[in-house]
């Protein structure tokens, strides 16, 4: 193998999906010249095979080929969990515009029209390889979350499942409210992680059963700060870390550990602190039963203008009873919102046996 901008064992695996073994060879040629390594398939049908035994770094996609088509290969790719972040470049003769929408609808990253500029082949494959890079790192740190976020569940029984639930439905409620984007992660980041400084809070006193004495509640109280320090060091931390350390905060300023009201509690952590209440009274704890939605909503309505913010209430309800109906959020939900089915009514899990 010629000499190329990796080291070998580094070199991205590219394959080739093309019919025409001429185009195929010299596709091969160009790219082993750069150092890359090589499979080809010259046909649909065996793609997919290829791509699952070989697990490439990059796709180079014929559209017209006998068994499946390239948009169809590309469709397939997407729909599976463990390629669906697989960049695709679609080398194609077909270059008209309408042939490059139904491509990138397909989910291709990237076009090359045939005749190919060799420079332009390899400089749209860097670009891909670097985009692939970035999605694994991202995919890494929301790894890590999901793992504070279990860690967090594991340590305090009566979490059980409650991180995930309100991420969900924190991340429906910042929908309605018209977060998108980082804002929208952040809420549902800030909504798994809320709890995260439980962690450093004794296991007796999480696992206490009966009236807890003003020392017990000024340890307890600690546990914002606690998961803002944890999370500092994380590099989207500057979208949920607020809605960490605020998430006990009241609309009237009653609570901790600033004591802020009214809008000067993040508009994330108002959410959460919405999504919070009601999850616990749904789910109940153990010094408390569950109460059905409508007394859950009830008290959230009661609270409203003094606990929570009261132009998020009634809009908390409607998410509710929406999900409840099985309709879906106005816009699909981050991956962090996504660790939990859609919460109906019949998913109630049991109460836990200790706080
Ligand atoms: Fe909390």
């Known amino acids: 193998m010629a000499e190329g901008p990796w080291p070998v064992v580094d070199a991205p695996l590219v394959c080739v999906i093309e019919d025409d073994q001429a185009v195929q060879r010299l596709l091969a040629r160009i790219l082993m010249a750069e150092g890359y390594r090589v499979v080809s398939v010259s046909d649909g049908k065996h793609a997919l095979s290829v791509i699952a035994e070989h697990q490439p770094h990059l796709i180079l996609l014929d559209v017209t080929m006998p068994g499946a088509d390239g948009h169809e290969i590309c469709r397939r790719l997407r729909a599976d969990p463990r390629t669906f972040a697989l960049p ?16 990138l609808d397909a989910g291709a990253n990237d076009f090359v029209t ?16 670097r985009m692939r890079a970035v999605v694994l790192r991202m995919e890494e740190a929301h790894a890590i979350v999901a793992a504070l976020a279990n860690a967090v569940e594991a340590k ?15 991340a429906r409620l910042a929908v309605q409210v018209g977060l998108r984007d980082v804002d929208l992660d952040g809420v549902a980041y800030g909504a798994l992680l809320h709890d995260v400084g439980k962690i450093a809070i004794p296991e007796p006193l999480l696992h206490k059963v009966g009236p807890l004495t003003d020392a017990d ?25 607020p809605i960490i350390r605020h998430h006990h905060e009241r609309w009237d ?7 802020l009201r ?11 602190a919405v999504a919070d209440a009601y999850d616990a009274m749904h789910q109940g704890r153990p010094y408390r039963p569950a109460r059905s939605r409508e007394e859950a909503c009830d008290e959230l309505r009661r609270e409203a203008g003094r606990q929570f913010d009261p132009t998020l209430v009634p809009m908390f309800i409607d998410e509710i009873d929406q999900a409840e109906a099985g309709l879906p959020p106005g816009v699909p939900l981050p991956p962090a919102a996504r660790l939990f089915a859609a919460p109906h009514s019949d998913d109630r899990i049991p109460a836990p046996a200790a706080r």
């Not at 695709?88 to 491509?103: C, K, L, P, Q, Y």
């Not at 300023?253 to 004591?259: A, L, V």
């Open 114 to 129: 045939k005749p190919f500029h060799q420079l332009e082949l390899l400089a749209r494959m860097r670009s891909a390889v």
């Open 88 to 103: 695709v470049i679609i080398v194609t003769a077909r270059g008209a515009v309408e042939d490059i929408v139904a491509g």
């Open 156 to 170: 305090d029984a009566t979490l059980d499942g409650h991180c995930r639930r309100m991420a969900h439905r924190a």
């Open 217 to 241: 509640r000024a340890t307890l109280a600690r546990h914002p700060e606690i998961g803002e320090r944890i999370c500092r060091p994380l590099r989207s931390a500057r979208s949920f870390t």
């Open 262 to 272: 009214h809008d000067a509690i993040p508009l994330g952590a108002r959410i959460v």
């Open 253 to 259: 300023g009653r609570g901790y550990p600033d004591g």
